[in-house]
């Protein structure tokens, strides 16, 4: 089924006419049917396999879409059989052959698309109608996949949840240019050759992606501004769509609730980092660790969530370790029992972090970065420090602490009327 843009243009606008005049609950979202009387049906493609925001996000729209009457699914790697895990697990290591060849390469996410799991394989790709790409990297789809959805002739829509589609092969910048110019000589590799691997992923991307002819869309005005001058992105149709959230499983708890559910003390105020990798140097706990350091307080303590892969945080306050929170009611729980949440990444497009503290009422002290703007509105739903500087963010966190209500009270408001599944 062939989908011009006019036709999608034409849907969207009376689905938006739809939203605007239907009173929405926020427990109920209203089906709108325009879009399941034509029978459209839409995939949406992510890497199930690796643990992070950008899957839990694509998830996240395919329930929004389902809720909303569409016709909309997900294709995820098998792992049902001990095959099925190994041919994951070899894909993962193949997607970084490439690097071995590079071993001064620093050790950042870096994927080369070098092998798929075989998209021609999979009936729900040829009959889906939209085919919508999220994070599928490190061995979900490669350069083969991407060549055959070529051919396929669907509208396939690409969410940028970090920079690898506009890169050569990075999915975080680092303050690098080089994308703007063809990548190459790339300081992730730790090479001086103009055409090294990052320079061979940029001009493979801009092969395929011109006979796909994509729809660009992107979370935060930052990613936004970033893919209107990305070279690979030229002549696309780019547009901006925040993330949602679902709001009946982050909402505010009780403090006292939600600290006897995770043993933690209910007398005390505390100041909460979290990320899959504490250790991610773009996550920036170094800053959040100065920071707490600095604020004489015998009354804060520390709850830390994630991976952590080492001991001594290097922190002068108690520690409440959560160790990795994977259900949506211990992460509410987690947000809704801290006093601050502090998210102090160095280059971040649209955290699930922030989105969802927010969400459960709880202000947010970051960088002012990437997306956070859009998301944290400063002195009303959190703080906005200058990046890097330890003292603004330490005066953020205080800030936040010593708040009477207002500020979780407009976080909740705003994530109702912004970041809603309705919205």
């Not at 209107?228 to 030229?234: D, H």
Request: proline share 4%; net charge positive; hydrophobic share 40%.
């Amino acid at each position: 089924m062939r989908i011009s843009k006019i036709t999608v243009t034409l849907y969207l606008r009376n689905t938006l006419y739809a939203i605007r005049n239907t009173k929405y609950d926020i427990r109920y979202t209203p089906k709108i049917t325009r879009f399941a009387a034509i029978g459209m049906k839409i995939l949406h493609l992510s890497n199930n396999l690796i643990p992070g925001g950008a899957g839990k996000t694509a998830r996240t729209i395919n329930k929004a879409m389902q809720m909303a009457g569409m016709q909309s699914q997900m294709l995820d790697v098998p792992v049902k059989t001990k095959a099925d895990r190994i041919k994951s697990i070899f894909r993962a290591y193949y997607d970084k052959v490439p690097l071995q060849f590079y071993n001064r390469q620093y050790k950042t996410a870096f994927s080369t698309a070098n092998i798929g799991i075989g998209l021609q394989n999979f009936p729900e790709v040829k009959e889906a109608d939209i085919l919508h790409l999220h994070w599928v990297h490190q061995g979900y789809i490669g350069f083969r996949d991407l060549d055959y959805l070529s051919t396929l002739n669907k509208k396939v829509f690409i969410n940028m949840h970090d920079n690898w589609w506009l890169s050569g092969g990075c999915h975080v910048t680092h303050g690098c240019e080089k994308w703007r110019t063809g990548c190459g000589a790339c300081p992730q590799l730790h090479s001086d050759d103009q055409n090294d691997l990052s320079h061979n992923i940029f001009r493979k991307k801009r092969a395929v992606l011109k006979k796909i002819k994509p729809v660009i869309i992107c979370a935060s005005q930052w990613m936004y501004e970033r893919a209107k001058i990305a070279p690979l992105f030229e002549g696309f149709e780019i547009t901006r769509i925040p993330y949602c959230i679902d709001l009946e499983k982050y909402q505010p708890i009780d403090k006292i609730r939600a600290c006897d559910t995770l043993n933690l003390p209910t007398d005390k105020i505390l100041a909460m980092f979290g990320s899959v990798d504490i250790n991610d140097p773009n996550k920036g706990f170094i800053y959040f660790r100065d920071a707490v350091n600095r604020i004489e307080n015998p009354e804060i303590e520390i709850v830390l969530f994630g991976n952590i892969h080492e001991t001594d945080t290097g922190l002068n306050k108690k520690v409440n370790y959560l160790g990795l929170l994977k259900d949506d009611y211990s992460l509410a729980c987690a947000y809704s029992a801290a006093d601050v949440f502090v998210a102090p990444s160095l280059e971040d497009n649209f955290p699930n972090t922030v989105l969802e503290s927010l969400a459960c009422g709880t202000p947010v002290t970051a960088f002012n970065i990437g997306g956070m703007p859009d998301m944290i509105t400063h002195l009303q739903s959190g703080f906005l420090a200058e990046a890097k500087n330890v003292l603004e963010l330490a005066e953020g966190i205080i800030t936040c602490i010593n708040d009477t209500g207002n500020m979780s009270t407009f976080a909740r408001k705003r994530a109702e009327e912004v970041f809603s599944f309705a919205k």
